[in-house]
Nanobody, 118 residues
């Protein structure tokens, strides 16, 4: 049984938006930094965003801030990734990650497929 469960993927037309969700057990969620990654066919896994345990701090790699917005609802033990202005090149499996450098823990979800049609 997966510790992290992603949802919200699907088929969407270019220019549309999606909000992905990732639910985690409270014991994991509250003590871990959360992140989103994606992997397109034939490509390496790509980092998209992270958010701190309190949600006060977010981090995006260069070129990702703006179209990708990470947020978390600690009351629901859920982290979200809003993706706007979707492009066909956004087609990938999107993964949620929960990690704690201090505790040396690292968990990944099974992924949710996002397919963007042109």
């Amino acid at each position: 049984q997966a510790l992290l469960v992603e949802s919200g993927g699907g088929l969407v037309q270019a220019g549309g938006s999606l909000r992905l969700s990732c639910a985690a057990p409270e014991s994991t969620f509250s003590s871990h930094t959360m992140g989103w990654y994606r992997q397109a066919p034939g490509k390496e896994r790509e980092f998209l965003a992270t958010i701190s345990r309190t949600g006060d701090n977010t981090y995006y790699p260069a070129g990702k801030e703006g179209r990708f917005v990470i947020s978390r609802d600690n009351a629901k033990d859920t982290v979200y990734l809003q993706i706007n202005s979707l492009k066909p090149e956004d087609t990938a499996v999107y993964y949620c990650r929960a990690f704690s450098l201090e505790q040396g823990l690292d968990y990944w979800g099974q992924g949710t497929q996002v397919t963007v049609s042109s």
